[in-house]
T-cell receptor, first 111, second 117 residues
Framework: AQSVAQPEDQVNVAEGNPLTVKCTYSVSGNPYLFWYVQYPNRGLQFLLKYITGDNLVKGSYGFEAEFNKSQTSFHLKKPSALVSDSALYFCAVPADEKLTFGTGTRLTIIP | SAVISQKPSRDICQRGTSLTIQCQVDSQVTMMFWYRQQPGQSLTLIATANQGSEATYESGFVIDKFPISRPNLTFSTLTVSNMSPEDSSIYLC??????????????FGSGTRLTVV
């Protein structure tokens, strides 16, 4: 079955430092992978996706993610964190046309 | 990509009552999905709604508790029936945006934050 795992419930990063939110996947065939962000009291917003092609995917708000087939990972990254990046982040994978989510990582950027 | 209007955005309900959540999409879509997000948790799929057929429920969710309507290709409702405090969650609808086999994604409504007292 298609699944993703987010090993960290909470990540704290100082403002201006690079940030990484981890995601590993277990899929059969070519993986389609997504990252979403949920700001407080807001809905789910699409950040970026990997379908095929370049392993480095660029998305919204300066985020990017690197698809690594050998490590079965799709970590979300940003070179310089902003306080406004504080939110809940989910990676997700389609399974039978339904999106299955990881457990989520709460990212806190410390001023 | 599709735009979804979800209503209500939040509600506080008495236990034992029911709440119906609506999602309107600005384009025709084959499948609509309903998710629940319990406090501090990830999103869990409740059911998939296809137009013209009964919704398909995931394990742990039943039609009597979460009846779904899908009268046309742009609209769906989810009812949370006979509510208890354990139903306090955010409920979200979603649609698949598929332009080609290699260019697709999923769009979400803004969510309904339900508190049962």
């Amino acid at each position: 079955a298609q699944s993703v795992a987010q090993p960290e419930d909470q990540v704290n990063v100082a403002e201006g430092n690079p940030l990484t939110v981890k995601c590993t996947y277990s899929v059969s065939g070519n993986p389609y992978l997504f990252w979403y962000v949920q700001y407080p009291n807001r809905g789910l917003q699409f950040l970026l996706k990997y379908i095929t092609g370049d392993n480095l995917v660029k998305g919204s708000y300066g985020f990017e993610a690197e698809f690594n087939k050998s490590q079965t990972s799709f970590h979300l990254k940003k070179p310089s964190a902003l306080v406004s990046d504080s939110a809940l982040y989910f990676c997700a994978v389609p399974a039978d046309e339904k999106l299955t989510f990881g457990t989520g990582t709460r990212l806190t950027i410390i001023p | 990509s599709a735009v979804i209007s979800q209503k209500p955005s939040r509600d506080i309900c008495q236990r034992g009552t029911s709440l119906t959540i609506q999602c309107q999409v600005d384009s025709q879509v084959t499948m609509m999905f309903w998710y629940r997000q319990q406090p501090g948790q990830s999103l869990t799929l409740i059911a998939t709604a296809n137009q013209g057929s009964e919704a398909t429920y995931e394990s742990g969710f039943v039609i009597d508790k979460f009846p779904i309507s899908r009268p046309n290709l742009t609209f769906s409702t989810l009812t949370v029936s006979n509510m208890s405090p354990e139903d306090s969650s955010i409920y979200l609808c979603s649609v698949e945006d598929r332009q080609t086999n290699h260019n697709y994604g999923y769009t979400f409504g803004s969510g309904t934050r339900l508190t049962v007292v």
